[in-house]
């Protein structure tokens, strides 16, 4: 039974330029949310997906945006990449998108030079 | 706006030692609450998960409690394992947000 699986492992970039990251829910589950855990802090939520739509959203700006796929993947996009959006960029995946535990994959390391 | 706070930030003890972490939340509208252990670099491990109705949680040498009415949980390990070395996160989960919010970690290092 395959777990949360994120790619790639580990990404840089440099200031300016867009990126995207893959997220596949654990088998079963069909809601997917993204975290952004910066060195030595707490994951803080980007958004949520349910049923291809974005259903909660943190306090993130417009350059976070995302997208849910039929099968339940998600991808996790970032425009015009800032200094501080260095971090490792964590995806989870839960049943019915209520209160339902959370698995996480292993995340995307992003370096922005 | 739910905040997390976990004490202490660090803690280094003994191969041996029985600890206990702290966690604690402004909100106790939580729907329940999430223990994670995270190694160097990695994701997160989900070890306990606690429901807002109950009191606390077991699993072999960890146990969890939870008091909603007063925003405090604690994670209890028993005799602590140069294994058991890593970053314990904390995090509740607020319904109407449907997400988690998580403190900043206690970062564990057991001793031989």
């Known amino acids: 039974d395959a777990g949360v699986t994120q790619s790639p492992t580990h990404l840089i970039k440099t200031r300016g330029q867009q990126v995207t990251l893959r997220c596949s829910p654990k088998?079963?589950?069909?809601?997917v949310s993204w975290y952004q855990q910066a060195l030595g802090q707490g994951p803080q939520f980007i958004f949520q997906?349910?049923?291809?739509?974005?259903?909660q959203r943190g306090n993130f700006p417009d350059r976070f945006s995302g997208h849910q796929f039929p099968n339940y993947s998600s991808e996790l996009n970032v425009n015009a990449l800032l200094l501080g959006d260095s971090a490792l960029y964590l995806c989870?995946?839960?049943?019915?998108?209520?209160?339902?535990?959370?698995?996480f994959g292993d995340g995307t390391r992003l370096s922005i030079l | 706006k739910q905040e997390v706070t976990q004490i202490p930030a660090a803690l280094s003890v003994p191969e041996g030692e029985n600890l206990v972490l702290n966690c604690s939340f402004t909100?106790?509208?939580?729907?329940?609450l999430q223990w994670f252990r995270q190694d160097p670099g990695k994701g997160l491990t989900s070890l306990l998960l606690?429901?807002?109705?109950?009191r606390e949680q077991t699993s072999g040498r960890l146990n969890a409690s939870l008091d909603k009415s007063s925003g405090r949980s604690t994670l209890y390990i028993a005799a602590s394992q140069p294994g058991d070395s890593a970053t314990y996160l904390c995090?509740?989960?607020?319904?109407?947000?449907?997400?988690?919010?998580f403190g900043t970690g206690t970062r564990l290092q057991v001793t031989l």
């Open positions: 989870a995946s839960s049943f019915g998108g209520s209160n339902q535990p959370q698995h």
């Open positions: 909100d106790s509208a939580i729907y329940n």
């Open positions: 088998s079963g589950h069909d809601t």
């Open positions: 997906y349910y049923e291809e739509e974005e259903r």
């Open positions: 606690i429901q807002s109705s109950q």
């Open positions: 995090a509740v989960f607020t319904g109407t947000a449907s997400k988690l919010t």
